[in-house]
């Protein structure tokens, strides 16, 4: 997005604001990030015990927190937008624009904790992949062009970049809340078990090291009867 302000039509200015704004959404991201992170524990936690009805409520539980977060977030961006930009500069066109976005940042965070706590239960199921799926198609492949098109073919310049990420925003969270409502916690408490008795499978067990000092001492042994013979 920091490249896209370079071709708009007052590019110091687009840029300096996307800086300033990237420094509000990196603090309100601290929230959702930490939550999306002990959700995936967890759940990880509870599938791995074989417990997929804790998991799924564990989820449930997350997903509630999240939205309380993403509107705490809404609310705070919306409350310090005229003053927000201030602690950074004191570039009249800079606060302006500023304020102008940063209720549609406001609604993009609405967006971004669930998002990313469903990327946690995602992550705790040990499905990665499909997290990260849903985060390239909905920000490359959906936000990113629609943002161009409204910034650069409809004009709404600066603001459109924005319009963009929320409908990225909204196209992740709406992939991951289908992707949480496919899952079947039964059959990925089960894959969960056997996925952990690979990996214990793989270790090296404490056993067979000892058997192999014994065997390397039992040679020693019998060579210090021949000699003595």
Known sequence: MIVLCG?????????????????????????????GSAVSTRVGNELGSN????????????????????????????????VWATFFTDDEEVINLTMIVMPVVGLCELGNCPQTTGCGVLRGSARPMTGANINIAAFYVIGLPVGMVLT??????????WLGMLVAQISC????????????????AERARELTATERAREPKATDGIRSCSNVEDMEVGRLVIREE
């Open 7 to 35: 071709l708009l039509i007052n590019p110091k200015v687009s840029v300096s604001s996307m800086g300033i704004l990237i420094q509000i959404t990196s603090l309100v991201y601290i929230f959702p990030h930490s939550l």
């Open 51 to 82: 417990q997929p009805q804790r998991a799924r409520r564990a989820t449930f539980v997350g997903l509630g927190l999240s939205i309380s977060l993403g509107l705490m977030a809404l609310i705070f961006t919306f409350s310090v937008r005229k």
């Open 152 to 161: 650069f073919w409809f004009g709404f310049g600066f603001m459109g970049l």
């Open 173 to 188: 969270m709406i992939g991951m809340m289908v992707a949480m409502c496919r899952i079947n916690w039964p059959l990925e």
